[in-house]
């Protein structure tokens, strides 16, 4: 009679082992797929920054575009940032060279206005200033046009 109720009371334990195992992984598996949802539908609602075509086309805002040079695509991309433009760029690779286009969102306008003095300014400095290269053959000439050193050697006997 001992051994039969042992036997029941480590099946019943065993059963509601089984049972809370499988409950905690459907649980598991539904937060999992609830959160999956609550993501994708996040993403869809606020994209800020820099993004795909396809994502900013899909917001229904109305998209204007403009050529962006080869040089200084990185200054750009920092400086739409800094402004929180929504932007996607576009590399062209049909011509020899790359030819890179942004677009924005239409109600952007204010803010790429901004984006465009700064941008404007940031290039027309980085063209200002000399390049490596020049200052380097500069102060190789330099070098070159001072008189070298004479060395001397002398033996001395020390007795």
Not at 3 to 27: D, P, S
Not at 45 to 54: A, F, P, R
């Amino acid at each position: 009679m001992q051994e039969e109720i042992e036997e029941r009371t480590v099946r019943l334990a065993v059963t509601g082992t089984k049972l809370t195992a499988r409950a905690l992984v459907n649980a598991i598996r539904m937060y999992l797929r609830h959160r999956a949802n609550k993501k994708l539908n996040s993403i869809d609602e606020h994209i800020i920054g820099k993004q795909k075509i396809d994502e900013l086309i899909k917001q229904n805002q109305g998209v204007s575009s403009m050529v962006v040079g080869d040089k200084g695509i990185r200054q750009f991309e920092r400086i739409a940032k800094k402004y929180g433009v929504d932007f996607a760029i576009v590399k062209d690779k049909s011509k020899d060279t790359p030819v890179y286009t942004a677009f924005f969102k239409a109600r952007d306008t204010d803010a790429l206005e901004a984006v465009m003095n700064d941008y404007g300014a940031k290039m027309m400095k980085i063209k200002e200033r000399p390049s490596v290269r020049a200052k380097l053959q500069h102060f190789i000439e330099k070098a070159k046009a001072k008189p070298k050193k004479t060395k001397t050697k002398k033996m001395e006997q020390v007795r």
